[in-house]
């Protein structure tokens, strides 16, 4: 079974910055790509960004150039950095790791508001 844990959401102004960290652990070998969806209260699920073991990266339209996805130094801890954040960013964002199945994680709330 694999657990993963979410940190960093919080409140943040518009054009602010916030960095979400994820861990994966328990009987786990390496997660083949992790990454985070976000889904906005109304709102269908929808891809932020993920990374793959070995550095390749996709993220969604709306992210490109505000956000950065990187993996940690251990094999299953992915970071994803935030900034020019905008009001529509608000969302629970949650991460999730591809191995032999996706796996999620709980979820944090990230609120962009003045």
């Known amino acids: 079974q694999v657990q993963l844990v979410e940190s960093g959401g919080g409140l943040v102004q518009p054009g602010g910055s916030l960095r979400l960290s994820c861990a994966a652990s328990?009987?786990?070998?390496?997660?083949?790509?992790m990454g985070w969806y976000h889904q906005a209260t109304g709102k269908q699920r929808e891809l932020v960004a993920e990374?793959?073991?070995?550095?390749?990266?996709n993220y969604g339209a709306a992210m490109k150039g505000r956000f950065t996805i990187s993996r940690g130094n251990g094999k299953n801890t992915v970071y994803l950095q935030m900034n020019s954040l905008k009001p529509e960013d608000t969302a629970v964002y949650s991460c999730?790791?591809?191995?032999?199945?996706?796996?999620w994680g709980q979820g944090t709330q990230v609120t962009v508001s003045s």
């Open positions: 999730y790791c591809d191995y032999l199945s996706r796996n």
């Open positions: 328990g009987k786990i070998a390496s997660c083949f790509r």
């Open positions: 990374i793959t073991s070995g550095g390749t990266t």
